[in-house]
């Protein structure tokens, strides 16, 4: 169990603002106000009011000429183009709840799951809330089932440290994701309890401001101890967007873990493989591709 402050009176992880992260940009840059103001045709208490949360919707011009001047000084990153973008309000809307997206998941979304067998693969909202999973994503991550949050997981759950040697890695790259999708207002709108809840954490606290966004998992190796044996291994994780769901285009992660051919076979583990009907529609045919992963 990591460290744990319950004694905090107000919670100290907050949604990420457009104003906050024009501030930093800005600063880190070493250009006034007045000169950022110069520079994009505005004002001076203009941006004041981008940045102390006055104003909180630029508009798509206001935002694309504020990218262009600050990457003139030092370029910005892509992820952190799409951050302010998001932040300002220029995203997508309506964030469904986890429970509205398990139900989305489609009998052939589930045999997708089956077919990855033996590599654990899983379906998640871009929260990282479990929306469905194969057998050997339970296995990999005993513990991380469906309506089961991932950082929640790796923070409260003995099990994330006991199959994950490098779970302090494994913690910032969760943290820097969230503040990337939190940038979507609709989204950080649906977890201020969640945020509140994750401000009992040191590791939590200290990364928040720290850790840069992410759109997407930095690096694809991910050490794991298989929990029967401890034998250790690394797997390839990829993380796609699900974009041609009807009713949440955006919205769900396919998670896949490239198994390596040194790793423990699944038929070899402690536990059993359940029926694989537990998982996918009994009806389901086999598919040629996977659907709606960009």
């Known amino acids: 169990m990591l460290q744990v402050n319950p004694a905090l009176d107000e919670p ?25 103001a110069f520079g994009i045709g505005t004002s001076a208490s203009y941006i004041v009011h981008l940045e102390k949360g006055y104003r909180t919707h630029p508009g798509i011009e206001v935002v694309e000429a504020i990218v262009r001047y600050l990457d003139r000084h030092s370029p910005i990153s892509s992820a952190e183009q799409r951050h302010l973008l998001d932040l300002a ?58 309506g089961v ?4 997981w790796y923070l409260t759950d003995d099990n994330s440290r006991r199959v994950l040697p490098d779970l302090d890695n494994e913690i910032r790259f969760a943290v820097q994701g969230l503040r990337g999708l ?3 207002n609709s989204a950080a709108d649906g977890a201020r309890e969640f945020l509140a809840e994750l ?6 606290r200290e990364l928040w401001d ?17 929990p029967g044996t401890g034998h250790e291994y690394t797997i390839n994780a990829q993380l796609y967007g699900v974009t041609d769901d009807p009713t949440y285009p955006g919205r769900m992660q396919f998670f896949l873990g490239i198994r390596p051919t040194n790793a423990p076979p699944a038929e070899n583990r402690s536990d059993p493989t359940p029926p694989a009907d537990r998982i996918s529609d009994p009806q389901g045919e086999p598919l040629e591709h996977l659907p709606g992963l960009a």
Do not use: K
């Open 199 to 204: 401000s009992r954490f040191d590791i939590v």
């Open 149 to 152: 949050n991932l950082l929640h």
């Open 89 to 146: 309000g220029l995203g997508q809307t309506a964030f469904p709840t986890a429970e509205e997206l398990t139900a989305a998941v489609s009998p052939e979304m589930r045999q997708v799951l089956v077919l990855h067998e033996p590599n654990p693969a899983a379906y998640l909202d871009i929260r990282g809330t479990v929306l469905a999973c194969n057998e050997n994503y339970r296995r990999a991550f005993p513990g991380l089932d469906i």
């Open 182 to 184: 939190l940038s979507d």
């Open 210 to 226: 720290e850790a840069p966004a992410s759109y997407g998992r930095p690096e694809p190796a991910m050490r794991l101890r298989d």
């Open 12 to 36: 100290r992880v907050r949604p990420p603002s457009f104003g906050a992260l024009l501030s930093r940009l800005r600063r880190a840059r070493r250009i006034s106000r007045e000169r950022l």
